[in-house]
Protein backbone atom coordinates (compact mmCIF):
# COMPACT_ATOMS: atom_id res chain seq x y z
CA UNK A 1 0.00 0.00 0.00
CA UNK A 2 1.24 3.74 -0.82
CA UNK A 3 -0.29 6.87 0.99
CA UNK A 4 -0.25 9.82 -0.23
CA UNK A 5 -0.47 13.06 1.81
CA UNK A 6 -0.50 16.49 -0.31
CA UNK A 7 0.39 20.45 1.43
CA UNK A 8 1.58 23.57 0.31
CA UNK A 9 -1.59 25.28 -1.32
CA UNK A 10 -2.99 28.35 -0.88
CA UNK A 11 -3.74 31.55 -2.29
CA UNK A 12 -1.59 33.78 -4.20
CA UNK A 13 -1.57 36.52 -6.64
CA UNK A 14 -0.66 35.99 -10.43
CA UNK A 15 2.87 35.58 -10.62
CA UNK A 16 4.09 34.72 -7.48
CA UNK A 17 5.40 31.09 -6.17
CA UNK A 18 4.13 28.29 -4.36
CA UNK A 19 5.67 24.89 -3.30
CA UNK A 20 4.08 22.11 -2.75
CA UNK A 21 4.63 18.91 -1.34
CA UNK A 22 3.45 15.24 -1.50
CA UNK A 23 4.85 12.83 1.27
CA UNK A 24 4.40 9.30 0.57
CA UNK A 25 4.72 6.24 3.00
CA UNK A 26 4.68 2.43 1.71
CA UNK A 27 7.33 0.05 1.16
CA UNK A 28 7.26 0.29 -2.59
CA UNK A 29 6.80 4.05 -3.22
CA UNK A 30 10.13 4.73 -3.98
CA UNK A 31 9.68 2.08 -6.91
CA UNK A 32 7.02 4.07 -8.32
CA UNK A 33 6.69 7.00 -10.70
CA UNK A 34 5.08 9.77 -8.98
CA UNK A 35 2.98 12.80 -10.67
CA UNK A 36 1.22 15.74 -10.44
CA UNK A 37 -2.32 16.21 -11.77
CA UNK A 38 -4.81 19.30 -11.32
CA UNK A 39 -8.54 19.56 -11.63
CA UNK A 40 -10.09 23.24 -12.31
CA UNK A 41 -13.63 23.65 -11.75
CA UNK A 42 -15.92 22.30 -14.43
CA UNK A 43 -12.63 20.76 -15.89
CA UNK A 44 -11.17 17.36 -15.70
CA UNK A 45 -7.81 16.11 -14.00
CA UNK A 46 -5.10 16.56 -15.99
CA UNK A 47 -1.71 15.95 -16.03
CA UNK A 48 0.60 18.31 -14.65
CA UNK A 49 3.95 16.80 -14.09
CA UNK A 50 5.63 13.19 -13.26
CA UNK A 51 9.25 12.06 -11.98
CA UNK A 52 10.67 8.51 -12.16
CA UNK A 53 11.80 7.71 -8.72
CA UNK A 54 14.54 5.30 -9.95
CA UNK A 55 15.96 7.63 -12.79
CA UNK A 56 14.75 11.06 -11.71
CA UNK A 57 13.79 11.26 -15.45
CA UNK A 58 10.91 14.24 -15.18
CA UNK A 59 7.55 15.02 -17.61
CA UNK A 60 5.41 18.02 -17.52
CA UNK A 61 2.51 19.43 -19.72
CA UNK A 62 3.14 22.23 -21.98
CA UNK A 63 1.49 24.73 -19.99
CA UNK A 64 3.67 24.49 -17.25
CA UNK A 65 6.90 23.85 -19.10
CA UNK A 66 9.42 26.25 -17.86
CA UNK A 67 7.51 27.53 -14.55
CA UNK A 68 7.05 24.09 -12.92
CA UNK A 69 9.47 22.00 -11.55
CA UNK A 70 9.14 18.46 -10.08
CA UNK A 71 12.05 17.28 -7.38
CA UNK A 72 12.22 15.01 -4.74
CA UNK A 73 13.95 14.46 -1.77
CA UNK A 74 14.79 10.81 -1.28
CA UNK A 75 15.52 11.26 2.62
CA UNK A 76 11.97 12.54 3.44
CA UNK A 77 10.09 10.15 0.75
CA UNK A 78 8.94 13.55 -0.38
CA UNK A 79 8.09 15.11 -3.97
CA UNK A 80 8.01 18.36 -4.47
CA UNK A 81 6.34 20.68 -7.39
CA UNK A 82 7.51 23.86 -7.22
CA UNK A 83 5.24 26.60 -9.18
CA UNK A 84 6.88 29.70 -10.25
CA UNK A 85 5.01 32.56 -12.33
CA UNK A 86 1.75 32.01 -11.38
CA UNK A 87 -1.45 32.26 -13.48
CA UNK A 88 -5.38 32.42 -12.50
CA UNK A 89 -5.43 29.54 -14.83
CA UNK A 90 -3.25 27.16 -12.43
CA UNK A 91 -6.25 27.44 -10.07
CA UNK A 92 -7.24 23.82 -8.86
CA UNK A 93 -6.80 21.57 -6.65
CA UNK A 94 -3.59 19.23 -7.46
CA UNK A 95 -3.50 15.94 -6.87
CA UNK A 96 -0.76 13.68 -6.35
CA UNK A 97 -0.24 9.95 -7.09
CA UNK A 98 1.49 7.21 -7.59
CA UNK A 99 2.15 4.72 -10.06
CA UNK A 100 3.56 1.91 -12.25
CA UNK A 101 4.90 2.57 -15.52
CA UNK A 102 4.52 -0.45 -17.93
CA UNK A 103 5.54 -1.02 -21.86
CA UNK A 104 5.27 2.72 -22.07
CA UNK A 105 2.00 3.22 -20.17
CA UNK A 106 1.43 4.53 -16.79
CA UNK A 107 -1.36 3.38 -14.15
CA UNK A 108 -1.71 5.45 -11.52
CA UNK A 109 -3.06 3.52 -8.65
CA UNK A 110 -2.85 5.38 -5.62
CA UNK A 111 -3.62 9.25 -4.85
CA UNK A 112 -4.09 11.70 -2.32
CA UNK A 113 -6.68 14.25 -0.61
CA UNK A 114 -5.83 17.17 -3.12
CA UNK A 115 -4.99 20.73 -2.32
CA UNK A 116 -6.52 23.49 -3.22
CA UNK A 117 -4.29 26.42 -5.30
CA UNK A 118 -5.98 29.61 -6.19
CA UNK A 119 -4.71 32.00 -8.35
CA UNK A 120 -6.02 35.91 -8.40
CA UNK A 121 -5.29 38.06 -11.09
Known amino acids: QVQLVESGGGLVQAGDSLRLSCAGTGRTFRSRIVGWFRQAPGKERGFVAA????????DYADSVKGRFTISRDNAKNTVYLQMNSLKPEDTAVYYC??????????????WGQGTQVTISS
Open 51 to 58: ARWGSGST
Open 97 to 110: AAGVEYRGSTTWGY
